[in-house]
Nanobody, 124 residues
């Protein structure tokens, strides 16, 4: 069974950093693109970043450029989201999801096999 499990969330002060992990099981993560998404309370889920099977990435949110970095470790069947200079508005549940092809879509649509999410709270 295809499964994605996010971890690494928690409470952090503004300006701090967190590294989120997305561990895959039931499929080989290296074959497909993987995206990171987030959803704040009362808001719609939004795309953050996507990494292709070849390692290229696509930004979906301009405000995270220069602060967030996505990477993959195929040997560990995992994808990571390094989050630096965190702001209170970054508070959300963060999800990873599998795309159905190797390349990232230009818009954050068509992702499947969503994980349960990990809570990130940025607060003083």
């Amino acid at each position: 069974q295809v499964q994605l499990v996010e971890s690494g969330g928690g409470l952090v002060q503004p300006g701090g950093s967190l590294r989120l992990s997305c561990a895959a099981s039931g499929f080989t993560l290296a074959y497909t693109a993987i995206g990171w998404f987030r959803q704040a309370p009362g808001k719609e889920r939004e795309g953050v970043l996507c990494i292709s099977s070849g390692g290229s990435n696509t930004f979906y949110a301009d405000y995270v450029k220069g602060r967030f970095t996505i990477s993959r470790d195929n040997a560990k069947n995992s994808v990571y989201l390094q989050m630096n200079s965190l702001k209170p508005e970054d508070t959300a549940v963060y999800y990873c999801a599998r795309y159905w092809r190797a390349s990232c879509p230009q818009q954050p649509n068509g992702f499947v096999s969503w994980g349960q999410g990990t809570q990130v709270t940025v607060s003083s």
